[in-house]
């Protein structure tokens, strides 16, 4: 049984920065791809960075390029996908989420929302100006 569990959201000021965390069990993330994404207030959920295959590729929308960073622990013991968010902005405010595709796929395919099987259920962002 997938099981995906985010911890690492708070209150910031624009301009800072968090680094969230997402204990993954029952799934293999070298096999398939796996990623961040957020819904902020009254807006759809959207896909931010996603990282897959065996070599860890990543792929970042055009709406965090360049301020955030996914990675994933190598200890398969304890397995776990981050995302660190730098020179955060009152727009970053939202719910964050970690979520798991079923199925092998890269780059923008992977940031897809339908194309994941499996969500965790959250960890609050909230950016002040």
């Known amino acids: 049984q997938v099981q995906l569990v985010e911890s690492g959201g708070n209150s910031v000021q624009a301009g800072g920065s968090l680094r969230l965390s997402c204990a993954v069990s029952?799934?293999?993330?070298?096999?398939?791809?796996m990623g961040w994404f957020r819904q902020a207030p009254g807006k759809e959920r959207e896909g931010l960075a996603v990282?897959?295959?065996?070599?860890?590729?990543?792929?970042?929308t055009e709406a965090v390029e360049g301020r955030f960073t996914i990675s994933r622990s190598e200890d398969n013991a304890k397995a776990t996908l981050y995302l660190q968010m730098n020179g955060l902005q009152p727009e970053d405010t939202g719910m964050y989420y970690c979520?798991?595709?079923?199925?092998?796929?890269?780059?923008?395919?992977?940031?897809?929302?339908?194309?994941?099987?499996?969500w965790g259920k959250g960890t609050l962002v909230n950016i002040s100006s």
């Open positions: 979520a798991a595709s079923a199925r092998y796929s890269i780059g923008s395919l992977c940031t897809r929302v339908n194309g994941m099987h499996y």
């Open positions: 029952g799934y293999d993330y070298s096999r398939y791809c």
């Open positions: 990282i897959y295959g065996d070599g860890g590729d990543t792929y970042y």
